[in-house]
Each structure stands twice: as structure tokens, then as C-alpha cells.
């Protein structure tokens, strides 16, 4: 069951974020966030979860035996998509 709601999340945001980068371009999801002071309150609360995600993906893949460098890597260039792929791929039994 989580792996079908991780999934199904993945999907949906990935078609967002498709949707999203065809409209209006990589740079152009940036330029949103930096128009207002909303938008960088958005992007900072973003980035602060973020961090939280990284700090706790790290700390399962050592207790877990997994190279946490991609997933950290991906979060890094690609978001939420690299935590959604690192629970994705963990195993159940973690």
C-alpha cells in the first residue's frame, strides 16, 4: 500500500511538474518563486524541508547499508523526485 501511494504521488507530481516545465521552463519556475515575497517564502520553506528529508535519507541509508549520494544528488537538482525515488526503491523491511 505505501508503495502504491508513493507511486501514485510520483505520477501526480510528475505530471505537474511536466505541465509546469512546458508552460513555463525551468528557469521560468524560478522567476515565479523570485516575483514576490510569497513565492520566496514557498521556496524557502521548500528548501528547509528539504534539508530535513536529506538529513533523514541519510541517516536510513547508513542504517539501512544504501549509498544515499544519488538520492542527496537528485534532491539537489530535481526536488522532491529525489526523495519520492529514494522511498520508492527502499526496501519494506527498513
Given at each position: 500500500?505505501q508503495?502504491?501511494?508513493?507511486?501514485?504521488?510520483?505520477?501526480l507530481?510528475?505530471?505537474?511538474s511536466?505541465?509546469a516545465?512546458w508552460?513555463?521552463?525551468?528557469v521560468?519556475?524560478?522567476?515565479?518563486?523570485f516575483?514576490s515575497w510569497?513565492?520566496?517564502?514557498?521556496?524557502?520553506?521548500?528548501a528547509?524541508?528539504?534539508v530535513?528529508v536529506?538529513?533523514w535519507?541519510w541517516r536510513?541509508?547508513?542504517?539501512?547499508?544504501?549509498?544515499?549520494w544519488?538520492?542527496?544528488?537528485?534532491?539537489l537538482?530535481?526536488g522532491?523526485?529525489g526523495?519520492?525515488?529514494?522511498?520508492l526503491t527502499r526496501?519494506r523491511?527498513?
Amino acid at each position: 500500500m505505501q508503495r502504491t501511494l508513493v507511486m501514485v504521488t510520483l505520477a501526480l507530481f510528475g505530471a505537474l511538474s511536466a505541465v509546469a516545465l512546458w508552460q513555463h521552463g525551468y528557469v521560468g519556475l524560478f522567476e515565479q518563486a523570485f516575483a514576490s515575497w510569497a513565492g520566496l517564502q514557498v521556496l524557502a520553506d521548500l528548501a528547509i524541508a528539504l534539508v530535513l528529508v536529506m538529513v533523514w535519507m541519510w541517516r536510513d541509508a547508513r542504517a539501512t547499508g544504501r549509498n544515499a549520494w544519488p538520492w542527496l544528488l537528485a534532491t539537489l537538482a530535481l526536488g522532491s523526485f529525489g526523495p519520492l525515488g529514494y522511498l520508492l526503491t527502499r526496501d519494506r523491511s527498513a
